[in-house]
């Protein structure tokens, strides 16, 4: 079907708009919200998350309707995984509460859906690549979920002057750190293996591929990646299995860059953002021209 703003796919509940003319495709999810009326959801907020998301008490009162919970953040996750992966955090976060959750985790994930039905008028995923050479970029938050282990957060795509994302990773990292730096190099080390298995993917299409391009923001963690090993200061203890990376990166392979904090897409994946802090990232991970929602 084709309309004025271009060709039109229907593909699982996702509505694709292509502009030739600019290039670009826009994936939304167009009735995705209306279904939250249900759930009593009939107001906007403009983050999916407070500040306080991670906190937990012993004296919060374990939720009486466990079911309600599951259903309404499963359906909170069917958009996360895919246009909506600015709430990756707090939906990946929630799905560990399933039959155990409180009545505050019940109250976090009815506020990711008045995030859903507060941007249902403006959200989409802007798909504008200037080539089809594979782009990473990692971030971590070390020690910030309730048993202490860190957040890791990235994001795969191609290059584009504004932003084109295909991939979302946010996970709990599988155990506690004992560095910021060390959190870093677990983060790295598993965007690194979705970004190299999605550089050999389009080869094997063939559209060669130039050195893989990872961003990060710590420099700790690159001067680790560098030298192969742990062992300098404040670094002895981390296993030689989180260097795997640097074979890539001798061979040409990967290259590392350093990418400031300020302007690290990946850290929205990481840690519920508020404020101008959380429009600027949404704007750079779902490819917009301009800040929405201000």
């Known amino acids: 079907m084709t309309t004025e703003f271009g060709e039109v796919l229907q593909i699982v509940g996702m509505h694709v708009v292509f502009d030739r003319k600019d290039k670009k495709a826009t994936v939304s999810q167009l009735h995705y919200a209306e279904k939250l ?24 009162v374990l939720l009486k309707d466990q079911k309600k919970f599951m259903s309404l953040n499963s359906y909170l996750m069917f958009g996360a995984k895919r246009t909506y992966p600015e709430m990756l955090p707090e939906t990946v976060t929630l799905s560990t509460k399933y039959n155990k959750a409180t009545e505050r ?17 403006y959200h989409g995923l802007v798909l504008k690549p200037t080539s089809l050479q594979v782009i ?15 957040q890791t957060g990235g994001t795969v795509g191609f290059e584009s002057d504004r932003g084109c994302w295909f991939s979302f990773i946010s996970k709990m990292q599988p155990f506690v750190t004992q560095s910021s730096g060390e959190c870093e190099l677990v983060a790295v080390n598993t965007v690194g293996n979705m970004a190299d ?98």
């Not at 999605?198 to 559209?207: D, I, K, Y």
């Not at 953002?273 to 929405?292: D, H, N, P, Q």
Request: include cysteine; charge should be positive; proline fraction near 3%.
């Open 37 to 60: 009326k249900e759930y009593g959801v009939e107001k906007g907020v403009v983050t999916p998350a407070l500040g306080d998301f991670f906190t937990e008490s012993e004296s919060d």
């Open 105 to 121: 985790d019940y109250l976090k994930a009815v506020r990711v859906a008045q995030y859903v039905y507060g941007t249902r008028d």
């Open 136 to 150: 990473a970029t990692s971030d971590a938050a070390d020690g910030i979920n309730a048993n202490g282990r860190g």
């Open 197 to 294: 298995w999605a550089r050999q993917l389009m080869e094997e299409l063939g559209f060669a591929q130039e050195p893989l391009v990872i961003f990060q923001d710590s420099e700790c963690s690159l001067k680790m990646l560098k030298k192969g090993t742990g062992s300098f200061k404040r670094a002895k203890h981390i296993k030689i299995r989180w260097f795997w990376l640097k074979e890539l990166i001798d061979s040409g392979v990967v290259i590392m860059k350093y990418l400031p904090t300020r302007d690290m897409v990946a850290d929205i994946l990481t840690k519920p953002l508020t404020g101008a802090r959380f429009k600027y990232l949404r704007m750079k991970l779902l490819g917009w021209s301009k800040v929405e929602g201000t």
